[in-house]
């Protein structure tokens, strides 16, 4: 098989309504889609997401279709460790993180949608399967103008079948998000697990501070509490405190993960398959961390996700918003059972965008 050509896609969509977090407000949403073509009419898909970023979104289009694509051209798309070595010789004079390695992730996720479709297996197989399941949680709890909406959200995912649930912390004071703790946690109930993603709104001494609440009320993780280059910083929170902390949905290739790991930067690592690299990348990840005793969990959801958790020997939970919005833009449908999402039989990484979607939002051309 040889691979004949790449088409990258622009779609945007407004949110009808916006959402924030402790330091941004999500009000527009920006995606490239990757096609990946093939002699043998096989074609793999993956999509990379910016949220605002339209502008972002067509300089890595540019870098995808005219950089990296001649790179592919011709090759057989099965020797993906040799295709990451070719792009990343192309890269490295600019910086092999970034946009560059969006580009890199986006054509791994492709080429192993290829390698899964070409033996009609779902790509957790393809690489050795540990589970055919995974925990989730939802995404849902984020600042909204009102309370009775955050409650309502918080509401809504019980009833959508989840068993914990993400809630947004920082934006305000610490008064504020032990109310806003203690609410979900009224209207959730003892059995339900609550994390908290402060999207690195502070500083070590705040992270402290908050933290030390965070566990008085019985918080899984703390997420993302400073800027993530402040690995040793990371590293004295992991020392200070009892409640886990996680990071990595900002990491780049195994490089950046390894770097936390040796300095003991976090208990849980959220890998961004859009990011941190393709299947190929996830996997080496996943080694470094299994073999720290580390935990792995992943930022966004998608049929992409659940077959990297599902090869992963020490992946803990999928992160997702609620699943029957996803299912618009992917051909591949998720389903939960007892708050586990379930690896789903579409051959690939059940990353096929429909056409119809494409359609109804492509803004370029
Ligand atoms: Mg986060």
Known sequence: MKITGLEAIILYSEVKNPVKDALHTYDAGTTVVTKLLTDEGITGYASSYFGRGKATASVLKVLLEQELAPQLIGEDPLFTKRIRKKLWG???????EGLAHFGISAIDIALWDIVGKSVGLPVAKVLGGVRDRVPAYAMAGWYFDTEKE???????????????????????????????????QRELGEHFTFLVDANQGFDEREAIRRGRAYEQLGIRWLEEPLIPQQKENHARLVQALDIPIAIGENYYAKHQFYDA???GAA????LDNRRAGGPTEWMEIGAITDAAGLQLASHGGGPANVNMLCAIPNAIFL????????????????????????????PGMGTDVNEDYIRAHRVDG
């Open 90 to 96: 192309v890269a490295d004079y600019h910086g092999v």
């Open 150 to 184: 955050y409650i309502e959200k918080c509401i809504a995912t019980a009833e959508e079948g989840f068993k914990a649930i993400k809630l947004k912390v920082g934006r305000y004071s610490l008064e504020n998000d032990v109310q806003r703790i203690k609410a979900a």
């Open 261 to 263: 790991v040796q300095a």
């Open 267 to 270: 208990s849980i690592y959220q």
């Open 319 to 346: 992160e997702t918003g609620s699943l029957k919005k996803e299912n618009h833009m992917l051909k591949t449908q998720l389903t939960m059972v007892d708050g586990e999402v379930l690896l789903p039989d579409t």
